[in-house]
């Protein structure tokens, strides 16, 4: 039986959060740590069998200390990141596979975006198993422009034809490591590759789009706090009056999230 395995990446410093001297990752939102609230979604998910993580060295002790504070137990390996995103992915990646075989299904996910639903994770486990990997996206709702220098426009692609890629994104391992160590040879600093569907639109191979879910978002800006902050109280609010969590396939049909209107 095929294993599934979360790669969660929380190498980031969080440059781009103020002041503030603790990374991202580790800002308490509605009284837990954001990563914290992404390890749960993996935890508490029966699908999801093991948890590789890759975090700066320096926070590897205090990371450990939260597992154990707020029982965490499938993070089998805490590995140091590297100097980019992509680098702490693939030292992950190099841990689960010493523990795990070829057809293992690893699903990459940022450490900071918490709020991933259970339906989007078994939605990705099975078109994997069906289609070889599946990336997380949804619709995108505003114009996008295409421009080398940020001044010119050189194209504007039909809004119905533009998605947005999100995580998690999920992949045999054997075939996204093989795709990291490809790149590897000619770009070793993954210069302009920001995603595994990045790296293997590179390489030309294919991905599986499957529709991600309402609230999906990255923490990045100290604006996202807040926002993270109402989706915690939306998704309470939900629980207490026993309603399901708004997701995308009852909130964005696919045939209109992104109508060119």
């Known amino acids: 039986m095929t294993k599934n395995v979360g790669i969660i990446f929380a190498g980031g410093v969080g440059s781009r959060m103020g002041e503030s001297s603790l990374p991202k990752q580790f800002i308490e939102v509605s009284n837990k740590p954001i990563l914290v609230w992404t390890l749960d979604c993996f935890e508490k998910h029966p699908l999801i069998d093991e948890i590789y993580l890759a975090c700066k060295e320096e926070w590897i002790e205090h990371t450990q200390r939260l597992l154990e504070q707020y029982k965490i137990e499938k993070v089998k390996a805490i590995v140091p990141g590297g100097?980019?995103?992509?680098?702490?992915?693939?030292?992950?990646?190099?841990?689960?596979?010493?523990?795990?075989?070829?057809?293992?299904?690893?699903?990459?996910?940022?450490?900071?975006?918490?709020?991933?639903?259970?339906?989007?994770?078994?939605?990705?486990?099975e078109t994997a198993l069906e289609k070889g990997n599946a990336i997380t996206s949804t619709p995108c709702q505003e114009t996008i422009i295409v421009s080398e220098d940020g001044i010119n426009t050189e194209e504007v692609p039909l809004r119905r034809h533009t998605f947005s890629v999100q995580a998690p994104q999920t992949f045999f391992i054997d075939d996204v490591m093989s795709a990291y160590e490809e790149v590897r040879k000619t770009n070793p600093d993954f210069t302009d590759i920001v995603d595994a569907c990045t790296l293997f639109d590179?390489?030309?191979?294919?991905?599986?789009?499957?529709?991600?879910?309402?609230?999906?978002?990255?923490?990045?800006?100290?604006?996202?706090?807040?926002?993270?902050?109402?989706?915690?109280?939306?998704?309470?609010?939900?629980?207490?009056?026993?309603?399901?969590?708004?997701?995308?396939?009852?909130?964005?049909?696919?045939?209109?999230?992104?109508?060119?209107?």
Request: glycine share 8%.
């Open 202 to 261: 590179v390489l030309g191979r294919e991905v599986n789009l499957v529709r991600g879910n309402v609230g999906n978002i990255k923490i990045t800006n100290p604006e996202d706090v807040y926002i993270l902050e109402g989706l915690f109280g939306y998704r309470k609010t939900k629980e207490l009056l026993g309603l399901p969590l708004l997701d995308a396939q009852q909130a964005i049909p696919p045939s209109q999230g992104n109508q060119d209107s």
């Open 83 to 125: 100097n980019t995103a992509q680098h702490s992915i693939y030292n992950a990646l190099t841990e689960a596979r010493l523990h795990n075989t070829e057809d293992t299904l690893v699903l990459i996910h940022d450490g900071v975006r918490p709020f991933v639903t259970d339906i989007l994770i078994t939605n990705l486990v």
